[in-house]
């Protein structure tokens, strides 16, 4: 199913996430795996593209769409496909959703405990507020992650 190139690649990248803990890789697992029902997808059109003559078909239905108006192309165009960015990026929407809602409850807690629901923010200190509310999140993800991947590694014993 995949190219050797692709194969190390993969092995390399998972060697990474391990290291982020278990909630990583299973993340990164559900990654993969949309990642390849995605790649059996595309085989499976490329096959059925091929089975029903590919570039000769191709040939017939180009000159029959350039006769339609523009509007009428888009929209059967539109109805017949998905753009691929719109699915990768549902995707990747997908994996990311968890990481995102612990980045959404370290932004309100900070907000909630260092100031003060931000009733101290003013125009001239928002700057301010949004740079050090990212470093925060930043820290207390990565020393989140730290501790579990921490959890993660066998304790040896006597």
């Excluded at 009428?72 to 017949?80: E, F, G, R």
């Excluded at 992650?145 to 040896?156: F, K, N, Q, Y």
Aim: net charge positive; glycine share 4%; proline share 4%.
């Amino acid at each position: 199913m995949y190219w050797k190139s692709h194969a190390t690649q993969i092995e390399a990248d998972f060697q990474r996430v391990k290291l982020l803990g278990t909630g990583a890789v299973e993340e990164w697992l559900k990654g993969l795996q949309l990642r390849q029902s995605s790649l059996l997808k595309d085989m499976d059109r490329w096959e059925s593209w091929a089975a029903d003559g590919g570039l000769d078909v191709m040939k017939r239905q180009v000159p029959a769409t350039l006769k339609q108006p523009p509007s009428a192309v888009s929209a059967s165009t539109a109805k017949s496909r998905r753009d691929p960015k719109d699915v990768l990026d549902t995707e990747w929407d997908e994996v990311q959703a968890p990481v995102r809602t612990r980045f959404a409850r370290y932004a309100d807690d900070y907000i909630r405990h260092k100031w003060k629901r931000c009733k101290r923010l003013r125009s001239k200190s928002s700057a301010f507020f949004a740079t050090r509310l990212l470093m925060y999140a930043q820290n207390r993800f990565f020393k989140d992650v730290a501790g579990e991947a921490a959890l993660d590694e066998p304790v040896e014993g006597p």
